[in-house]
């Protein structure tokens, strides 16, 4: 009787809040859930870091759960299952776009919550079909490995990454990935092109920005709704653009303030007169601490002739910062800049792969970036050789 008098409320509730939310005048977002009943008594959870929204969940009692948010503005809420954290130890967070105020329905997979379907929401629509269509892309390039090399082999994390095998791998992976990276950027302009008024187009740009040229990118933001122009998205996009049109090669770079890691304020401006090398990275990146021995071998051999690094690091937890620059003792400059859309890394050199360094000349002119694009470690390298006469 208790259980059917929960259900008979959530009925209610979910009756009064679709009249709420489809009422123009009541600024909501409702989110009806509906899972299978066996997962009764488990948990679906929202969170929005984007608008600073506090993680919330709710139980699913008889296979239904329902979600209310005031409308603020056009966003992404991701959701995760508590049963797929329990069975699987993590879990993948699953995005759903809104765009005004509405009622969109949740048919939850608490087993993969990426897997699961929305209905209502024309912006998650856009956002799925794109998804689809190069979903398969992935698939085809791992079954060309597979095919090549054996699965066991691709898939084992004990390769002996010095034989030639390995670096034949590599190197077909890295021709595959830029073959898939053209075929999903030529669905993404068809996409924006078919959808300009779409949120999801704008969502996807800001996701895959980094994959076009800065006339691309300006043409692609141009064809979009200025009505989704303001938020996270298009002002992530608009910095990446300003970033890029100002680290532009030839361009001369701003001056700028950050701390270093005794949380002193250092000016970019103090290093005029030098060639600068700027090391854009993080104490969360992996490839960034794989380059330290090359940055290293660098900073040896140039120092004294006029040659410096300044490593920028983008960062949310400046403690991890100061002692990762001690546990791989770095011996160049050091600068924090602290992770959002307002950071110098994105407003004046829209760095979006990392590492990612960028040679400044002593007259603050840029004449060098390496990493983001076509040039190479090895291309750099040179270029400081040319300039050092080494």
Request: glycine share 6%; hydrophobic share 35%.
């Amino acid at each position: 009787m208790r259980k059917r008098l929960k259900f008979i409320l959530l009925i209610a509730l979910a009756v009064i809040s679709k009249v709420q939310a489809q009422d123009t005048g009541s600024p909501m977002i409702v989110i009806e859930g509906t899972a299978d009943e066996k997962y009764n008594g488990e948990f679906v959870h929202i969170y929005n870091h984007l608008l600073n929204e506090k993680h919330d969940s709710v139980m699913i009692i008889n296979g239904a759960f329902m979600f209310k948010r005031p409308f603020k503005e056009a966003t992404m809420y991701m959701f995760y299952s508590s049963f797929e954290v329990k069975i699987k130890h993590g879990y993948a967070p699953f995005g759903i776009l809104v765009d005004h105020p509405s009622v969109i329905d949740l048919n939850a997979d608490m087993e993969s919550m990426p897997n699961s379907k929305v209905t209502g929401s024309d912006a998650q629509n856009v956002y799925a079909k794109f998804n689809e269509e190069t979903k398969p892309l992935e698939k085809n390039l791992m079954d060309k490995l597979y095919r090549k090399y054996g699965k066991d082999y691709v898939d084992s994390n004990n390769v002996d990454t010095s034989t030639q095998k390995y670096k034949s791998l590599m190197k077909d992976y890295n021709a595959m990935t830029a073959e898939n990276t053209t075929a999903k950027d030529d669905i993404l302009e068809a996409t924006i092109r078919k959808n300009p008024a779409s949120f999801a187009s704008m969502v996807l740009l800001e996701r895959y920005i980094r994959d076009f040229s800065l006339a691309k990118r300006e043409e692609l933001y141009s064809m979009l709704t200025p009505e989704y122009k303001k938020g996270y998205f298009s002002s992530e996009i608009e910095s990446n653009i300003n970033g890029m049109k100002r680290s532009a090669l030839g361009s001369i770079v701003g001056d700028f303030i950050l701390n270093d890691p005794q949380g002193k304020p250092m000016n970019f401006g103090s290093l005029k007169g030098k060639y600068v090398l700027i090391d854009f990275w993080g104490s969360w990146c992996g490839p960034c601490h794989a380059a330290f021995p090359g940055l290293k071998a660098l900073y040896a051999k140039y120092h004294d002739k006029g040659f410096e690094i300044l490593g920028i690091a983008t960062e949310s937890n400046k403690d991890a910062w100061v002692k990762d620059i001690e546990k791989n003792n770095l011996p160049w400059l050091q600068m924090v800049d602290i992770r959002g859309t307002q950071s110098i890394s994105q407003t004046q050199f829209a760095i979006t792969e990392y590492p990612t360094t960028v040679l400044v000349d002593p007259n603050g002119k840029i004449i060098g970036r390496y990493g983001d694009n076509d040039k190479t470690e090895a291309d750099r390298d040179k270029q400081l050789a040319s300039i050092f006469g080494m």
